[in-house]
């Protein structure tokens, strides 16, 4: 099973159409998932940091004990 777990809803056109093609494709070869968490919910004034932390809780919810995990994220470094 292959499960792609997401902060918040996705809500630009191209990216939705994308997920749509990458799910269709993936279906042929393993089970797949998406999880779309809500966004966190933050008083005003939280540091990044601890925003991060929050979303990694939610995160962690969602996984199983024995999973194997790649964080893809916007400072991600290629291979």
Not at 6 to 34: C, D, M, Q, W
Request: glycine share 8%.
């Amino acid at each position: 099973m292959l499960k792609l777990i997401a902060i918040g809803k996705t809500k630009v056109s191209y990216l939705n159409v994308g997920l749509s093609e990458y799910r269709k494709r993936l279906s042929h070869y393993v089970p797949f998932e998406l999880i779309e968490i809500p966004d966190v919910k933050v008083p005003k004034g939280t540091s990044p940091h601890r925003v991060k932390a929050m979303e990694g809780d939610e995160i962690l919810k969602k996984l199983d004990t024995a999973a194997y995990v790649i964080l893809l994220d916007e400072n991600g470094k290629g291979s």
